[in-house]
Structure formats: C-alpha cells, structure tokens
C-alpha cells in the first residue's frame, strides 16, 4: 500500500514569504508605469532601434572603404580610372583651343626660366662674396705672415712670432675649407647658366613652332570653313532642305492643278470658238448673198415687194383663180 505524499511546507509557503511579496509588488509596479508610459516608451525604442540600423549601415559602408582601401586590385582600378578621366578632361580642353594651351604651355616654360635666373643670379651673388672672402684671406695671411717675418728680422720672442703665424695658419685652413665650395659653386653656377641660356634657346624655338602652327592652323580652319560652307551649299540642312522640298512639292502640286484648269478651260473655249466661228462663218455668207442680191436688184429681201409690183404679177382674172387661190392658200 503506497504510503500518502506530504507537502512540502516550505513549497506551500514560500508565496507567504514577506520578500515574495515585495517582489510581486515592484514587478506590478514596474508593469503599470510601463504601461502608463507606454507611449512615450515606444516612440525611444523605435528611435534606438533606427539609430542601430544606421549604425550598422554605417559600420558595412566604413567596412567596404577600408577593404577597396586596402586591397591593391581595387587601388590600381581607381588609380587608372582618375588617370583616365584626367586624361580625358585634358583631351576635351585641348580639343576647345590647342594652340592656347601650346601658348599657356610656354608661358609656364618663362616664368620657370625666369625663376632660375633669378637663382643664377642670386647664386652668382654668393660666388662673388666667397671669391672676395678668400682674396681678403690670402691677403691677411701675406699680411701676417709679413708681420711674423719682420718680428723675426727683430729678434722677438718666439710667443709674439707664433701669434702672426697661428692667424695667418687659420686663414689657410678657412681658404682650404672655402676653395672647394668655390669650386663647386662656379660649376653650379656654370651648369645653371648653361641650362638656362638652352632653355632660352629651347623656349624662342617653340615660340617659332607655335607661330608657325598657328598660322598653319588658321589656313587650314579658315579653309575648312570655306569648304563647309561649299559644302553646305551642295548638301544643304537638313531641316531646311526638308522645308525647301515641301516647297517644291507644294509648287508642284499647284502648278499641275493650274494647268489642268488652264487645259479644260482651254477645251471649253476651243468647242465655244469652234461654234462662233462657224456663227460668223454662216452669218458672213449670208451677209455676202445679201449684199450680191442687193447689188442685182437694188432692194433688200426683208422690205418686201410694193403694191404696185402685187397689181402688176397678180391678176384677179377669172383664167388666173387658180393663182389667187394658190396665194390665198
């Protein structure tokens, strides 16, 4: 027989305990004031929620710059990418003037020869003060050494000889340290002065090339011009050529219209011709065999003939009834 399970007393009041109670109050609590703020809650996760999205935006774009900053195939691309479109701005400005950009050119060539003559002089300064500094040398060392060989002559000390001696000595080895810079200076200066008359030299002889271009190049675009026009002149815009043939159409359209007018009215008035000529023709003979009747007898038809001319043709015998009654009838 199975023996009755006992409760745990400590299960059945553990919910009695006073810091379980405390705990489910806080809890409620801390649920009815989210609640309660609920809407101004919401409004904060939904701005930390978007804040992390751009974060993490951000973080993938920042990722991306520093794998095509540091991987070498992306870096060649870009590089030949820049050098391709710089490549192409400096064709398109060439393309809008190139003999100003041949001028601008040698301009820029001047004012660089010019900043080194500015140099070579400046330089030339310099050789000029280190050749006076080694005259003024050699000329206090003989002055020196004059001095030490005249104390000499009178017999002082070797300590007051030594004094003229150590500062000629001195100067020697200045001039020592000074002759090789006054070499290498009067070689630079040389080198330069060279440089400078070739890139003179250089300079007029691109001058000369670009008048001549120029030149060459205003025939040529003047010419070029004339030919466009000329053939302009044999081609034509298309635009106003189109136009121009429209017109041509419409002239065209017209004038078959007007001559097929012209051609019935002309066929009309040939019938309408015909019949007045033939008119006149009739008219004409008749006129003609009037005037020859007129001319043989005198008299015109549409007068008639006089009583006296009836009296004497018509007779009202009885032999000539048979006239009257002809005319009668």
Request: no cysteine; glycine share 4%.
């Amino acid at each position: 027989m199975d023996m009755p399970q006992i409760a745990d007393p400590g299960a059945v009041n553990k919910w009695k305990k006073p810091e379980t109670v405390t705990g489910l109050l806080i809890l409620g609590a801390v649920v009815a004031i989210g609640l309660y703020s609920w809407d101004k809650i919401l409004p904060f996760l939904i701005r930390v929620t978007q804040n992390t999205l751009y974060f993490g935006v951000l973080l993938a774009l920042l990722a991306f710059m520093v794998f095509l900053f540091t991987d070498k195939k992306i870096r060649a691309g870009v590089f030949f990418l820049v050098q391709m479109g710089l490549r192409a701005l400096a064709g398109a400005v060439v393309m809008i003037n190139p003999i100003s950009v041949m001028k601008i050119y040698i301009d820029d060539l001047k004012k660089k020869n010019d900043e080194m003559s500015q140099k070579i002089d400046a330089l030339a300064t310099q050789k000029e003060k280190l050749d006076a500094q080694i005259k003024d040398n050699n000329e206090e060392i003989k002055e020196k050494m004059d001095e030490a060989k005249t104390a000499k002559q009178k017999g002082y000390s070797d300590d007051a000889i030594s004094v003229y001696v150590e500062e000629a000595a001195d100067k020697e080895e200045f001039n020592k340290k000074l002759i090789p810079l006054q070499a290498n200076v009067t070689k630079a200066l040389s080198y330069m002065e060279k440089v400078h008359e070739s890139a003179g030299y250089l300079i007029k002889k691109m001058e000369n090339k670009v008048k001549t271009k120029e030149t060459e190049y205003n025939i040529i675009k003047a010419s070029s011009n004339a030919m466009r026009s000329a053939m302009s002149i044999f081609k034509g815009d298309p635009d106003k050529k189109y136009i121009f043939e429209l017109s041509v159409d419409q002239i065209q359209e017209e004038m078959a219209s007007r001559l097929g007018e012209m051609k019935r009215a002309m066929e009309y008035s040939t019938d309408f011709i015909n019949s007045v000529d033939i008119e006149r023709g009739a008219s004409n003979s008749r006129g003609l065999k009037m005037l020859e009747d007129y001319i043989n007898t005198g008299t015109l038809q549409t007068e008639g003939p006089d009583a006296d001319q009836i009296a004497n043709t018509v007779s009202l015998t009885p032999d000539n009834n048979t006239s009257f009654k002809s005319l009668i009838n």
